[in-house]
C-alpha cells in the first residue's frame, strides 16, 4: 500500500502532511499498529499522536470505562481497546522520537496498575452484591512484581503479581449466615485474572503470571497475611530475594501497604553486607546459560551474553549486598539503585553511567521487538521484512546499523559484568585460585602440609570443627589462604584460624576471602602490619572490605569537607530519627576511617603529620554529627520553636583542648573538650546546654554492639569538675584572664574551637590570642613550667631505670610539648605568629622560621616527636604500651633533654 491508497482508504485528508506520513510509516512498520487502526479507524483521528498521556488523562479515562459498563463482558472489551489504544500510541511515539524509554515505561506500568486497582475494586463491590454480604470487604493487597514493580514495565510484558488477604475475619451474609474471607478473596483473584488475562476476540488486557506466589502453582491462590509473613521467614528461598527487590504493593491503606513492604524489606535485606549474593548472581548466570541453547541465547537481548538481564543481575546484586545497611539502595527502579549505587561509592560514576545508557537502548530494543506485533518476545528476528521494521520502531535506518550497536553494547555489557561479579574468573562451585605448591584439591578434608606438625594440627582441628558450618563454594579459598600463609608469615597461621573461627559464623565474609582470592597475599601483609588490625577485623568483621576492596590510602587523603561530605552520605542511608541506627552508623562509620587511617600509615602511604590531621579531622566531624543527635533528641520533647532552636545551637562553642586541640590526635587519644554558651536571646535557658552536653557525652561513651565513640574529658574548663558543665563565654573569658593556672594557658596554647557560630569562634580567637599575647616573666614562667612537668612525671611516670615512657620520661613526648608551649607562652608577645598553630611542630617551625632558636634545635625537637610518635604508633599495632626499653631511645632522650635544661636551667 503506498501513501496514497493510504489516505484514501481511511479519509486522512485532513491530516497535516508530516503527520500522514508519519503514521504511514508507522502503519507500515508495525502490524499490532496496523490492526489496531485497521480495526478502529476513527482513533487516527481521536487521538493525539503528538502529546504525551498523562497520569491524570490515563486515570480519567479508566474511571470512566469503569463508571460506563455493567456488565463483564463490555468491560473486558472496552479495558483491551483501551489498552491498545495507549499502546499504539505509544509505538508511534517511540518510532518518531516524540517520547523516551522511561516516559513510556512510567505510562505503561502506571496505566496496568491504575486498571489493577479499578478491577479489584469493580469485582470486588460485584462479588459482594452477589454473594448477598452485609458490607464490603476489605481490598485485597495485589503485590506487583518484576518489571511492573519498578515501573519498568516493557510493552507487551506479562505482569507478575502475588494476592494478599488483608482480613482473615468472617464475613457476614445479610442472612446472618457466614461466608469465607479466603473463598471471597480467591474468586476476586480468579475474576480478576479471568477478566484481564483470558483472550478473547478483542485480545487480551495484560498477560498475568501467578508463578511467584509463595510454593508456586500449586499453592492456593490467595495467600493470607500471616501465612505470608511465615513463608518469608521460614520457606522463602534466595531467589526470591531478586524477586522481591522489585516489589510494589497497591492497597489504599497506607498503614497495612507500609507493614507489609517492611516485611518484604527484612525479608530482601539483611542487616550485614550479604557478599554471598555475588557467588549467587554467577550460579544463577551460570544454570541460565546451560540451560538455554546457545543459539537461542545469541540472539536473546535479555538472557543472553550482554543483554537486559546481566544489569538487572549486577544492580540487584549489589543492592542485596550493600541493601541492609543502606536503606537509599531498598529502592524498585533501577535506574534510582544505579544512582544510589554510586552516590555510595559502591560502583564508579563512569561504569553506572554506562550500564544504564546500555539498559535504555536495549529496553528501547525489546519495546520495539515487541510492538512490530504485539508479543512477548526478546529474540531478535531472522526475517529481512521483520528486521527491517524493527530497526524503524527504534529509529535506525537499516538492520545492518542496529545489529553492529546490538553487538557492541552487549559485549560492553558483558565486560562489566564479568569484571563486577567476576563471573568468568569465579564461576560458581569452580573456584579459581592462586596457584600453590602442595596446595590440595578443594574437597580433600585439610590443607596438608609437611613442615610444621603443630600448625598442621591446628588447621586439621580448625577444619573438623567447623567443615559442616561453611559453605563448599568457599572453602577453597580458606585453604588457599592457610596456604599462602603458610608460605609466607607462618607466624600468622594461629591468627588467621583465629579470624576464620570468628568470620564461620558469618558466613558473607567467609564469601569475601572467595571474591578477592587475588588479593589474598597483600592481605596477609597488611595482617603482619600488627595483632591489632587482626583484633579489629575479627571483632569488626565488616572491616574485611576496607582490607580486602578498598584502596584504602586513596581514602584518606581527605579534606575535613570531604569527610564531613561522607559521613553525611553514610548518614543518609538510615533512618536518622532512630536513635540506636545512629549511634550505630556513627560507629561503623569512625570504626571504618580508623581502620583506613590504620592501614594507611602502617603501609606508608600517609605521613604521622596527615594521619594527626585525619584523626583530629575524624574526631571533629564525629562531635558535630554526635551535637546534632544531642540537640535533636533533646528538642524531640519539647515545644521550643524553630526560630529558638537555632539561636540555642548557635550559641553553644566548643573548645578542643590537648592531642585534638593540636591537631595531634592519634588512635588510642581521648578527647578533651570544653563548652561554653553564649545566649543569643534571653529566651534561651542555660539548662537546655547542660542537657545536651550530658546528652552528648552519653552518645560518645555509651557501648553499643561496635563500641564507645570516644572518651569524653571535660576536665579542663574552668575550676575543673568543680565548675559549670557548660559556662558562660564570658565567665570563661573572665577566668582565663584573672584566675587560671600557667598550666591552664600552657592549655590554651593547643586549643581551637571546633563547634560554633563565626561569630563565637572570633571571639575564642582574640581571648585566645590575648591571653597568650601577655608579657610573662621568664624566670617565673620556667619555674611553673618546671614544677608542672615534675608534678606530671611523679604521678605518671612508672617505669624502671631500663625502661623509657615515650610520654612521661625525661625527654620524651611530654618534655617537648612543654618546651612547645613555653616558647608559644613567651615570645608570642613579641612575635603573634608563634602561637598563631595550636601544635607543638608547628609552633617549633614558627619559632625557628622567626630565627628565635636555631634550626638543628628544631629539626632535633620535630625529629624526635615524630620518632617517639612513630614508634607509638607502632607498639599500639602491636598491642604493647608506650614504654620500651631505654636503649631504643637514649639518644633521642639525651638531646630532647640537653635542649630542656638549656632552656629551663
Known sequence: MNQQHFCDQFHLYDLQPDLLNKLFITFNSSTFFARFLSQNPKYFINISWLEIDTLED????????????????????????????????????????????????????????????????????????????????????????????????????????????????????????????????????????????????????????????????????????????????????DWERYAYIKADILHPNTHFTNDLKHNIHQFVYRHYHDYRMLNAIRDMKHKIVTEMKSSTLKSNIKLGRGGIREIEFICQCYQLVYGGQNITLQTNQLATALDALQKADILPAA???????????????????????????????????????????????????????????????????????????????????????????????????????????????????????????????????????????????????????????????????????ARHLDFLELLNKGQRIIEMLTEHPFLLERALIYKTHDDVYLDIDYLRNNLRIYLQAIDIQDIEAFLESLRRFRLEQVFNIIVSESRGHISLMESSDLFSHLATVIIEAVLDGAWREVFQYSDITENLQTLYKQSLGVIAYGKLGGLELSVASDLDLVFVHDRMSTELSPRLF???????????????????????????????????????????????????????????????????????????????????????????????????????????????????????????????????????????????????????????????????????????LIEHYCYFRDLGFKRYLDKQPSIVPLSSCQQQADEVSAIWHSLFF
Not at 479471568?194 to 499453592?219: E, S
Open 351 to 517: 561504569q553506572t553511567t554506562e550500564l544504564y545508557a546500555h539498559y535504555v537502548f536495549l529496553r528501547d530494543v525489546e519495546n520495539a521487538l515487541q510492538m512490530f506485533d504485539d508479543q512477548q518476545t526478546h529474540q531478535l528476528p531472522d526475517t529481512e521484512f521483520t528486521q527491517k521494521n524493527v530497526a524503524s520502531l527504534v529509529g535506525y535506518d537499516s538492520w545492518q546499523i542496529l545489529t553492529h550497536k546490538i553487538e557492541s553494547t552487549r559485549a560492553n555489557i558483558s565486560s562489566l559484568f564479568d569484571e563486577l561479579t567476576r563471573f568468568n574468573t569465579l564461576a560458581s562451585n569452580n573456584t579459581a585460585t592462586i596457584p600453590i605448591a602442595n596446595l590440595e584439591k578443594a574437597t580433600d578434608i585439610t590443607v596438608k602440609i609437611n613442615e610444621d606438625n603443630a600448625k598442621q594440627i591446628e588447621i586439621d582441628q580448625f577444619f573438623l570443627q567447623y567443615q559442616s558450618q561453611i559453605s563448599e563454594d568457599v572453602l577453597p579459598a580458606i585453604k588457599h589462604l592457610l596456604q599462602l600463609c603458610l608460605h609466607t608469615y607462618p607466624h600468622l597461621i594461629k591468627h588467621i584460624l583465629v579470624l576464620l573461627n570468628n568470620l564461620s559464623k558469618r558466613q558473607t565474609y567467609l564469601f569475601l576471602l572467595l571474591e578477592h582470592q
Open 58 to 237: 490515563i486515570i480519567h479515562d479508566i474511571t470512566a470505562l469503569f463508571s460506563a459498563h455493567h456488565t463483564n463482558e463490555s468491560l473486558a472489551k472496552s479495558l483491551r481497546l483501551l489498552r491498545q489504544r495507549i499502546h499504539a500510541k505509544l509505538v508511534f511515539q517511540q518510532q518518531h522520537q516524540y517520547i523516551q524509554f522511561t516516559q513510556i515505561a512510567k505510562i505503561i506500568s502506571l496505566t496496568a496498575k491504575e486498571i489493577l486497582r479499578q478491577t479489584e475494586q469493580y469485582l470486588r463491590q460485584q462479588i459482594t452484591l452477589e454473594r448477598k454480604l452485609h458490607q464490603t470487604p476489605d481490598p485485597l493487597a495485589i503485590i506487583t512484581m518484576g518489571k511492573l514493580g519498578g515501573n519498568e514495565l516493557n510493552f507487551s510484558s506479562d505482569i507478575d503479581l502475588v494476592f494478599i488477604q488483608t482480613n482473615n475475619l468472617p464475613l457476614l451474609r445479610q442472612s446472618g449466615s457466614e461466608y469465607s474471607p479466603m473463598r471471597f478473596y480467591t474468586e476476586l483473584g480468579q475474576r480478576l485474572i479471568a477478566l484481564l488475562n483470558d483472550v478473547t476476540i478483542d485480545g487480551f488486557v495484560y498477560r498475568i503470571d501467578m508463578r511467584l506466589r509463595p510454593f508456586g502453582d500449586g499453592a492456593p491462590l490467595v495467600t493470607e497475611f500471616e501465612s505470608f509473613k511465615h513463608y518469608l521467614i521460614h520457606h522463602a528461598r
Open 690 to 860: 547542660v542537657r545536651v552536653v550530658q546528652k552528648f557525652v552519653h552518645f560518645m561513651q555509651i557501648k553499643t554492639y561496635h563500641g564507645t565513640l570516644y572518651e569524653i574529658d571535660l576536665r579542663l574548663r574552668p575550676e575543673g569538675d568543680n565548675g559549670f558543665i557548660v559556662p558562660s563565654f564570658e565567665s570563661y573569658c573572665q577566668y582565663l584572664k584573672t584566675s587560671a593556672w600557667t598550666w591552664e594557658h600552657q592549655a590554651l596554647t593547643r586549643a581551637r574551637m571546633i563547634y560554633a557560630s563565626d561569630d563565637l569562634t572570633h571571639k575564642f580567637n582574640a581571648l585566645r590570642s590575648d591571653v597568650i599575647y601577655q608579657k610573662r616573666d621568664l624566670e617565673q614562667l620556667k619555674k611553673d613550667i618546671v614544677d608542672m612537668r615534675h608534678r606530671m612525671r611523679e604521678h605518671l611516670l612508672k617505669v624502671n631505670a631500663q625502661e623509657f615512657d615515650l610520654k612521661q620520661s625525661i625527654g620524651g613526648m611530654v618534655d617537648i610539648e612543654f618546651i612547645a608551649q613555653f616558647f608559644a607562652l613567651f615570645y608570642s608577645h613579641e612575635v603573634p605568629f608563634v602561637c598563631y598553630y595550636s601544635d607543638s611542630i608547628r609552633i617549633i617551625q614558627t619559632m625557628e622560621s622567626a630565627r628565635l632558636i636555631d634550626i638543628k634545635t628544631a629539626n632535633t
